[in-house]
């Protein structure tokens, strides 16, 4: 612990001598959401986009994980007042402390993830989750022999509708009779973490007679792909790629880079270029994909490949359009 | 001071005394483990929790909520029963009082609206706990299972309803509108601004001083009325209350009603008083630790307060070290919690018999002068 | 043969406990192969006494020498090893294992069962034969009487070695004819050269079985005695310190109208075992109605369904003009509004709260009275003068209102419960062992309230175990077996005999040819009962 602190001192002190002198200084920090830094799934995305900043930087990033909602506040604030800038808000609760802090501190530069606050001071990254999902949603369409597959959203929330919505178009796009199931893990944020949970519902829906099913339940989706591996049947990853834990299980990930989204958002200000207002991440910007690679290669075919390629390129393109779920909180497409 | 006397001051001052300064030595030495500096540790702790207005604020505003909930608790266990269900008391006390709120036309005045949404939480967060204490009373299912169990219910129909039926439009985050300002609680550092003191901004309310009035209430009532004569008799022996005319089936149904409301207003401090909208799991972790802050207040409220003091320490302090020094994750908070509660809990008689043999030559010294002067 | 050596000598044993002392300078000899009884009100320090003799606790100061040598105990393994065994008035039995088991337990003799036991079995058998104790070793210890589990702890106590018995209160549980039985196990047990300490409250059995007595009252050893040089009248002004009335005093019933009329009461408990079978009788004013019998065989039951505290399956209950049964149940709140006071058998787990100061606990029952309450507030003032009303009539001591409730001697909560139950002037009082571990000073006075309410009119129910109180107290008896009246009788023709002969019915396997003849004549009694 302290040799690492000692490095850390060695390497900063090293950019400062060196890099700094090119480059603006900046002070980042972030602030987790409440389910802490190390939940295998989206805080972690962040983390590791974290952690790569470091490495190639120097620059430490100053973390608070909170445990409750006046604590995300309170950490912003006082973030703020210490003079870190800019500070990443992971996730969509913490929207209203990050409207206070912003109002409370204007001088300093907020970047929040997944939700838009219409501050002066605030960068709100949203990911077009809906586009992924698609591409995922096709394969599975594709792959499926028996015409049913499935989706697993952790809890019954908008955020995760917008996956299974957009799934579903996906699905249908390839095959307009097949039978899309929706389950949730359970109501509260624990069913981001409950993988034997997430292997109870994939369960059932493999007995339901789905082939594929999509999990987006964080560290719960695990369970998902174990149950698939275990009753040979398929499952999709989401967030990061997890190709590779069941490799011949795992059929492709829906992947959202969240941690890129943090990356960016202290190199841009490190060169200069962070702006306030809204990004929107999709498949053109690379916010989202769908992952393939030695893991799946022998589950996808070149057809296939082909096919969600294209798919991929219309929907950058604009000829194809997804639905967001949230643009008026139904599926119809 | 007779044999009885001393035992009592023992147990009550002394015991839980000595257990808090042991978690607090285990703790240390945890601290000296992960190579972080004990001394340093609580010069943080204790500054981030008093040492400045802010800090003390929020000491203070999550020490409400644990009066709160350790008052529900305490109550529930006068009459022998095992509340484990303020999570979701307290969850759905948030309700009631949102519903209150938005029930309302806004631009009536605060003298309105803060009641009723106080009543909307007492009603609500009882009505969450009727249900169990029926279920207790006239059929016999165990309260602690179906507490237990109601809390999740609380958070499934919470959730259905937040992101269904609650949810303001156009909004990811599944959280009602802002109520409006007249339904505000006023936060202490605005009542402070109008009487011309200036104070940090903190997310304390109002609300603390509702939690010292339900304080005094519950002592009121527990020891000063015949309904708390007949909630303690049934606790401490329920045959001995039948016996005495007492039905101990309206005796559950009271009490849980009474817990389950107390509960309840956490919400009033969480949301009315800070948040100022329904959002979700607002409640998370309040209603156990009320079962710590009960046990370690011997279910008296002078003891609750002090004991939800020393929790709100740890919860506004742990979250400042955890922020300033970066070899203390927040879990050590949570680690610091667990030793409290693990000496004042189960631990709890640990000192006793070593104390009273160690006191008792003394104490005999002190009776035998008493006598003689 | 006369100068036989001292079993146990204890020389100037001192314990304190805080500010009380409660063995100061004892100095007790117990001859080898004697019986020696040790009497003495409660707090006496007789169980202190004894509880240091056998390692629970160690003496401040003082000498112990067994047969000879000098010990010091600081746990009960040594005092088994220096050759005490003690039987405790509960019994330390595992109910669900054979006697063979419990007698092993702790001295097992390795890993193995199979080998301990067998060894166990032959060497019971030889102490079974040699002291005629017969018990059979493999029945479980919950389908024994109660006399039989004792002896199982008699038997334990010898296996283990035990040259020195120690029994308290050995036969506060067992009916008269298991109590015979025990003293006669005495004799053998005295013949084979076993000394044994008894510890009771009961004047007769120290009087008919010991060949010494000791007397302890606060603290001290006051007198020690050859049993046959002294009487109960002696002995029992020794105990208290001043002359005490043995017999209860009283003049001829006045009896007037019914108070309470029970007609076929049978009550089913929740296991759905019959407790009480057809019981009727009337509780007339101005008499003391006895209920007899060994403890266990209905009485609590008959109690707490008079009381309203448990349901009545069958038949019902008239009191002061209301009517009560299955279908229509009066609760003890309306029960005690209508003038019935009940003086529980049980105080620990029915007649007070033992956590609750004195004057909440003499505000049981009575906590809804409109002259403690004012409006919402229950007034502290009148809580305390109310309780201090009541421990000055039943000079209840310390006459303090705020000490918790369980920490007044046994006879102090008596008189504090029959203070409130009493003070109150109801019409009908029901009564269950009013003392049961009560000194001797305070029976007498509880006896005379007894017969004072009596005299004043009211209708008194009196449930005790204790045959001599039955006998002295009451006008009329009847007897409990096994839930069933088994006999009824005037208190001038009872005598300890009849009266356990009616008790042991349900003890002897019931004789069919027997049973039908009591269920006959049970048919034909009721209807006379009824017009009694």
Known sequence: MKLNKLTMAIAAGAVSLTVSVAQADVNPAVVYDKAGKFDKSFNEAVYNGVKRFTADTGISVREVEPTNDAQVEQGLKKLAKRGSSPIVAVGFSQANAVSAAAQAYPDSKFTLIDMVVPEANVQNVVFRAQEGSFLVGALAAMKSETGTVGYIGAMDIPLLAVFGCGYEQGAKHINANINVLHSFIGSTGAAFANPSKGGEVARSQFESGADVVFAAAGSSGVGVIQTAADMGKLAIGVDSNQNYLQPGTVLTSMVKRVGEAAYQSYAAEQNGTWKPGFVSMGLAEGGVDWALDEHNRGLVTADMEAKVNALKAAIIAGELSVHDYMSDNTCNY | MNRENRITWINRLLLPVLNVLTAFAVTAVVFWLIDVNPLEAAEILLYGAFGYEEGIGYTIYYTTNFIFTGLAVAVAFHAGLFNIGGEGQAYIGGLGAGLAIFMLDPTLGAWLFIPASIIGALLFGALWALIPAYLQAYRGSHIVITTIMFNFLAASLMVYLMVHVLREMGQMTPQSELFPTNAWMPFVHDVAAGMGYSIEASPLNLSVLLALVCAVAVWFFLWQTRWGYAIRATGKNSTAAVYGGIKPKRVIIVAMCISGALAGLVSINELVGYQHRLVMDFHLGYGFGGIAVALMGRNHPVGIIVAALLFGTLYQGGAELAFEMSGVSRDIVVVMQGLVILFCGALEYMYRPWLIRTLAPVAQQISAAGVTV | MT???????????????????????????????????????????????????????????????????????????????????????????????????????????????????????????????????????????????????????????????????????????????????????????????????????????????????????????????????????????????????????????????????????????????????????????????????????????????????????????????????????????????????????????????????????????????????????????????????????????????QLKSANFSGGNQQKLILAREMERNPEVLLIGQPTRGVDIGAIEFIHQRIIAMRDAGKAVLLVSVELEEIMSVSDRIIVLCDGAISGRINAEDADERTLGMMMANALDPIDPLQAMNDAKSSSNRTAQELDL
């Not at chain 3, 040598?69 to 595992?94: C, E, K, P, R, W």
């Not at chain 3, 084979?192 to 007397?215: A, C, F, N």
């Open chain 3, 3 to 401: 100068m036989k050596k001292f079993a146990i000598e204890l020389t100037d044993i001192d314990k304190r406990f805080g500010a009380v002392h409660a063995n100061n300078k004892v100095c007790l000899q117990v001859t080898e192969g004697n019986i020696h009884g040790i009497i003495g009100e409660n707090g006496a320090g007789k169980s202190t006494l004894m509880s240091i003799l056998y390692g629970f606790y160690q003496a401040d100061a003082g000498q112990i020498d067994v047969l000879g040598n000098t010990y010091i105990f600081t746990d009960s393994h040594h005092a088994i090893a220096a050759g005490i065994g003690m039987v405790h008035q509960h019994f330390m039995l595992v109910e669900n294992f054979t006697v063979l088991e419990n007698v092993i337990l702790g001295t097992e003799g390795g890993a193995l069962l199979a080998h301990g036991l067998a060894a166990a079995r032959k060497e019971l058998t030889r102490l079974g034969e040699e002291y005629g104790l017969k018990v059979d070793l493999d029945a479980t210890i919950d389908t024994l009487s109660v006399g039989l589990q004792q002896r199982v702890e008699i038997l334990k106590a010898l296996y283990k070695g035990a040259k020195i018995l120690i029994l308290d209160e050995p036969t506060g549980v067992l009916t008269p004819q298991e109590t015979a039985e025990l003293f006669r196990i005495f004799s053998t047990l005295k013949q084979q050269g076993v000394t044994i300490m008894l510890i009771t409250h009961k004047l007769r059995e120290i009087m008919s079985i010991t060949d010494q007595v000791s007397v302890m009252r606060a603290g001290q050893m006051v007198a020690h005695r050859n049993t046959c040089d002294t009487d109960r009248e002696e002995l029992a002004e020794l105990m208290v310190g001043r002359k005490v009335l043995l017999s209860v005093d009283k003049g001829a019933a006045n009896v007037r109208a019914p108070l309470m009329r029970v007609s076929r009461l049978t009550v089913v408990d929740s296991q759905g075992v019959e407790r009480l079978k057809d019981v009727s009788f009337e509780l007339r004013a101005g008499e003391v109605l006895g209920v007899a019998g060994v403890s266990g065989n209905g009485q609590t039951e008959l109690l707490e369904a008079l009381a309203g505290i448990i349901p009545i399956t069958q038949g019902h209950i008239e009191v002061l003009g209301m009517e009560m049964d299955d279908k229509h149940p009066l609760t003890p709140d309306i029960l005690r509004g209508l003038g019935l006071a009940h003086v529980p058998e049980d105080r620990h787990r029915m007649g007070l709260i033992t956590d609750f100061s004195a004057s909440e606990s003499a505000l049981l029952g009575y906590h809804t009275d409109a002259n403690i309450n004012s409006g919402v507030w229950l007034s502290k003032a009148k809580v305390d003068a109310n309780c201090q009303q009541l421990m000055q009539a039943f000079d209840v001591r310390p006459a303090d209102p």
